[in-house]
């Protein structure tokens, strides 16, 4: 038996420094990144943003060298760019879709966007390499990693991603990558044969290799984490990372999908599911290409559309209707709250629906102006102030809840909604039951 099955470059993947911006995500790093997120698409002009950033307004201080960081990583997941020697912002067409799900609480199809964003993305970027093999590339990383996991029984030890997974650069080496690893688990001694393709475990190597678990998993959103004892031995990591069986039907989707098979028996291995990375020849053709509008879900979800859909409008993208939303709100919390009452009264309490890739609600414009005007600034969940205030007009920032969400039934109405801070809004949506009525 020859073992490895071929020999294994001295490098491993390299990917940006920060973690992935999850709303779904309950973890600090996760929020906050999803908070960073958002503020690129307040601002169009990047140095504006970067100013933004290191000013009072902001809710924490970032150098100049960390927004930049941040641009980098989500330009990786494919959600914004700015090209070289611009200052313009560009939001993606899937980086509007992922806000667009935010938007509506639907988790699902923010972590279908994002989850088909991460299989696009080729090692080898277009600016500076971050290695040689980098340079030479052909491989699409998080599609490989998500194959190779389905075809391993859906889980990995961290020593596999380490000693193996993560020094695989090109796609011809992938089925022999999985051999390999599949040889390990029956002879973990063969481990012996393996060495590590950094000096030292910790420090950049183990710090890179964490992100790439990170990113892939939409920050612990698509995977799980066990701590069990490794099978490779006392001095390996007691890390096993799986994916979560709640998710594992819109992987192997996402995989069929981007690979050209209609089904999974049109597919022999899921190995075949790993193709090749294009060539894209200039960096804007590679950030188009990274951001393109992601398809609709086509799984047994995708239903026909309820009768009470009403189309009043078909919306070429998805920002397009969010904007608009966001001008009728302004324009309706210019008004007085008498005439909104007024109109409130003669209100239809259930919304329209609005035909885009996906179902949203066309939520009332006067009744988020009215209930962030009963806040007054105040969480009505802690009943501490807003955390911050909006940069576009100093308003104090805060998100207006449904106690009953409109997608079991719930009225758009004053009385069934609640302004609340961020981290009770999501206390509203993941609380305990023990929590107070509004947050359950």
Request: aromatic share 10%; with cysteine.
């Amino acid at each position: 038996m020859i073992f490895p099955s071929s020999e294994r470059v001295n490098d491993y993947w390299r990917v940006n420094s920060y973690g992935y911006p999850c709303y779904f995500s309950d973890g600090r790093n996760s929020q906050e990144a999803w908070s960073t997120l958002l503020t690129f698409y307040d601002f169009n002009k990047y140095d504006e943003l970067k100013a933004y950033w290191a000013s009072s307004a902001a809710p924490r201080r970032l150098s100049p060298q960390a927004v930049e960081s941040w641009k980098a990583t989500f330009e990786e997941f494919g959600l914004l760019y700015v090209l070289s020697r611009s200052n313009q912002i560009t939001i993606s067409p899937a980086g509007f879709q992922i806000r667009e799900a935010f938007e509506r609480d639907d988790r699902k199809e923010f972590a279908w966007i994002g989850l088909n964003l991460l299989l696009r993305y080729p090692l080898r970027g277009p600016r500076k390499p971050k290695s040689n093999n980098h340079s030479t590339s052909d491989l699409l990383p998080y599609r490989f990693l998500y194959s190779a996991m389905l075809e391993l029984d859906g889980y990995i030890w961290w020593t596999e991603l380490e000693r193996v997974l993560c020094r695989v650069f090109l796609t011809e080496d992938c089925e022999a990558a999985v051999h390999d690893v599949l040889q390990l688990r029956s002879d973990p001694e063969l481990l012996s044969k393996l060495t590590l393709p950094a000096k030292k475990r910790q420090g950049g190597f183990y710090n890179s290799l964490n992100q790439v678990a990170v990113h892939s998993s939409m920050n612990h959103l698509l995977w799980g984490t066990d701590t069990t004892a490794s099978p490779y031995g006392v001095g390996e990591p007691s890390r096993k990372h799986f994916i979560q069986g709640a998710w594992r039907d819109s992987i192997l989707h996402a995989l069929l999908l981007n690979s050209g098979y209609s089904d999974i028996s049109s597919c022999n291995r899921l190995l075949d599911c790993i193709k090749v990375a294009p060539k894209l020849p200039s960096e804007a053709e590679y950030f188009e290409y990274l951001g393109e509008k992601v398809l609709p879900f086509q799984g047994a979800s995708n239903t026909s559309i309820d009768t009470q859909v009403t189309t009043i409008g078909q919306y070429e993208k998805v920002e397009e209707q969010l904007s608009e939303l966001d001008n009728r709100v302004a324009t309706s919390r210019k008004d007085s709250s008498e005439n909104r009452k007024v109109r409130l009264k003669k209100a239809e309490k259930k919304p329209n629906k609005i035909v885009c890739t996906s179902v949203l609600f066309d939520r009332n414009p006067d009744v988020i102006a009215e209930v962030l005007l009963r806040a007054d600034g105040i969480c009505e969940g802690c009943n501490n102030p807003a955390p911050f205030l909006r940069e576009k007009d100093g308003s104090p920032y805060l998100e207006v809840h449904h106690c009953k969400p409109l997608a079991q039934g719930g009225d758009d109405t004053v009385e069934n909604a609640i302004g609340l801070c961020p981290n009770c809004h999501r206390r509203a949506h993941y609380g305990q039951q023990s929590d107070p009525e509004w947050a359950r």
